[in-house]
């Protein structure tokens, strides 16, 4: 079963990198083509949808429960997303939102070679014990709640370490705010994304 995707050509050559958007749970292609636009004026863009239906919302990857991934299923959907990736012979900065985050985290943990860069909002730890990953080179931004009921702080703090313990260079930025998105996580992203 192949993605479903939204595609836009990049309109400023000087701009270095692509976006490859993954929307959260229950999202579509479209959801964050407007924000990468704003972010990234002139960039290409590269938004899939997940495979995945849980009930009447799409996801990159099966859970069991709240917050408890299905690690096969994980490794699963990153290497067909990874392939994917691959096949648009671009270089790409991630950025993904909740469930399309941690969707970024499994491809840079397993397939680092398909992302230069990582921004993950309201992302959290993905595998129950590290996946030992060459990161080296790699710049993540992971902006999170410090009372986000979904996506636990600590959480991401041990993502995070994850992250700089194969070489990554690892921003995250804590907010005084919950599970959406608001205008800092943008403000702060597009700031980082600059210096790229």
């Not at 479209?30 to 996801?59: C, F, H, M, N, W």
Request: proline residues 5%; charged residues 25%; negative net charge.
């Amino acid at each position: 079963m192949s993605f479903q995707v939204y595609r836009e050509p990049a309109t400023d050559p000087a701009v270095p990198f692509a976006l490859l958007l993954l929307h959260g749970t229950g999202g579509t292609e479209r959801d964050l083509v407007e924000i990468g636009k704003a972010l990234v004026p002139g960039a290409a863009i590269v938004s899939p949808r997940g495979k995945v239906q849980e009930s009447i919302y799409t996801r990159w990857f099966r859970r069991f429960e709240e917050g408890v991934f299905d690690e096969d299923d994980i490794r699963r959907q990153a290497d067909d997303l990874a392939e994917f990736v691959k096949g648009e012979n671009q270089r790409f900065v991630g950025i993904g939102y909740s469930n399309g985050a941690n969707m970024g985290s499994a491809l840079m943990t397993l397939y680092p070679e398909v992302l230069d860069g990582l921004v993950m909002w309201r992302g959290m730890q993905l595998f129950r014990e590290p996946v030992q990953s060459d990161l080296s080179g790699k710049k993540i931004l992971m902006t999170n709640g410090t009372v986000d009921p979904m996506g636990p702080l600590e959480s991401a703090q041990r993502q995070a370490e994850f992250f700089r313990s194969g070489g990554a260079d690892v921003t995250l930025r804590e907010l005084g705010t919950g599970h959406g998105l608001t205008q800092s996580d943008f403000e702060i992203t597009r700031e980082w994304l600059s210096k790229f």
